[in-house]
């Protein structure tokens, strides 16, 4: 393998408990020898690499690290028939940015089992402003369409909507032909999320519902809720009858506090999204998808390019819940 410096966001934890976080210069050598070394053009902020950045050891045991679960670029070298140098691929989720050294280095190495080739009709940008965003989005829509859902069924429901998976999901449905209403705490998002392709929007005490009735009355048709906690348990009470809920985020609480009824007495599905270890084929599919009729309008969605000397504010910003649509990570390596 190649010896190759790079710069690297890099995450430590010091003698008293507390992580530093820092951009420090590596040696391709110095990265895990998985089979598949990948020049990194862009990666994109997602809330997992805050927590990872931050040095939650539920999301990343061991440190020092360098956070990132997305990657796109070329491939520099491969012990795989199926990728050859100059590659454009894209590297999702599996371990990623958690144990592994991620897409805030610029340079990876992985397990061609995780490299997908770029589908045509993408940039390496266009699939980082996707990412596992995107990706998580694409994937909610994928569970509710097989679950039966339709947009003459009724309103979806998006929670969440201003965030990255939040917006993506509402450009994505709106595309399939849903009618979107957007749930969000910013007020001042209503214009962006339009754009986006919602019919309407609500507050999200809208969906905060602390009566502690089991059920409550219908709205909606179908939900992604990237929010958990208390928003997703007033989703599947406030279902129609066969409903299906997607559930892709907790980044409210992870706890869920419900009963039996919406199940038992309006038959609604609740359907758990893992993007980070979707089966390849599925993933695949979903990428040419993404890049193709679910491709959104790139240009309605909040983009911030930032470079790695920028993103620590971004982290810090997106755990705070500051963060409106998607920030993209763009290595500028020689």
């Known amino acids: 393998m190649k010896n190759i410096l790079f710069n690297a966001y890099w995450v430590t934890e010091e003698a008293d408990g507390t992580f530093k976080n820092q951009i420090i210069?590596?040696?391709?050598?110095?990265?895990?020898?998985?089979?598949?070394?990948?020049?990194?053009?862009?990666?994109?902020?997602?809330?997992?690499?805050?927590?990872?950045?931050?040095?939650?050891?539920?999301?990343?045991?061991?440190?020092?690290?360098?956070?990132?679960?997305?990657?796109?670029g070329t491939v520099v070298e491969s012990n795989s028939t199926n990728f050859n140098p100059d590659d454009e691929v894209i590297v999702t989720g599996y371990d990623l940015g958690m144990s592994t050294m991620g897409g805030f280095g610029e340079y990876i190495n992985v397990p061609a089992e995780w490299v997908v080739s770029l589908p045509t009709g993408l940039s390496l940008?266009?699939?980082?402003?996707?990412?596992t965003a995107g990706f998580t989005a694409a994937l909610s829509m994928h569970h509710l369409i097989r679950s039966g859902q339709k947009p003459e069924d009724g309103t979806l429901l998006v929670t969440g909507a201003t965030g990255g998976v939040g917006s993506l999901s509402v450009a994505i449905a709106s595309k399939?032909?849903?009618?979107?209403?957007?749930s969000t705490g910013k007020s001042d998002k209503k214009e962006y999320l339009e754009r986006l392709g919602a019919k309407s929007i609500v507050e999200r005490d809208v969906v905060d519902d602390k009566s502690?009735?089991?059920?409550?009355?219908?709205?909606?048709?179908?939900?992604?809720d990237t929010v958990g906690?208390?928003?997703?348990?007033?989703?599947?009470?406030?279902?129609?009858?066969?409903?299906?809920?997607?559930?892709?985020?907790?980044?409210a609480s992870p706890l869920l506090s419900t009963s039996v009824f919406p199940f038992i007495l309006n038959g609604v599905n609740l359907l758990g999204v893992n993007s980070a270890t979707t089966p390849m084929n599925v993933r695949k599919?979903?990428?040419?998808?993404?890049?193709?009729?679910?491709?959104?309008?790139?240009?309605?969605?909040?983009?911030?390019?930032?470079?790695?000397?920028?993103?620590?504010?971004?982290?810090?910003?997106?755990?705070?819940g500051g963060i409106t649509g998607r920030v993209v990570?763009?290595?500028?390596c020689s």
């Open 25 to 72: 210069q590596r040696n391709t050598d110095e990265l895990p020898q998985n089979g598949v070394l990948i020049k990194v053009a862009y990666s994109s902020l997602n809330y997992k690499d805050a927590l990872s950045a931050s040095g939650n050891k539920g999301v990343t045991r061991r440190y020092p690290h360098t956070p990132g679960i997305d990657a796109a």
């Open 125 to 131: 940008k266009e699939s980082m402003i996707l990412g």
């Open 176 to 182: 399939l032909g849903f009618n979107v209403t957007a």
């Open 212 to 224: 502690g009735k089991m059920l409550l009355r219908p709205q909606w048709a179908g939900a992604i």
């Open 229 to 251: 906690g208390n928003t997703l348990a007033t989703v599947l009470k406030s279902l129609k009858t066969h409903g299906n809920l997607a559930c892709c985020g907790n980044v």
């Open 285 to 320: 599919e979903l990428w040419a998808k993404l890049s193709g009729d679910w491709k959104p309008n790139f240009s309605s969605i909040e983009i911030d390019m930032v470079g790695l000397n920028q993103l620590q504010n971004k982290i810090e910003k997106i755990l705070q």
């Open 329 to 332: 990570v763009e290595h500028k």
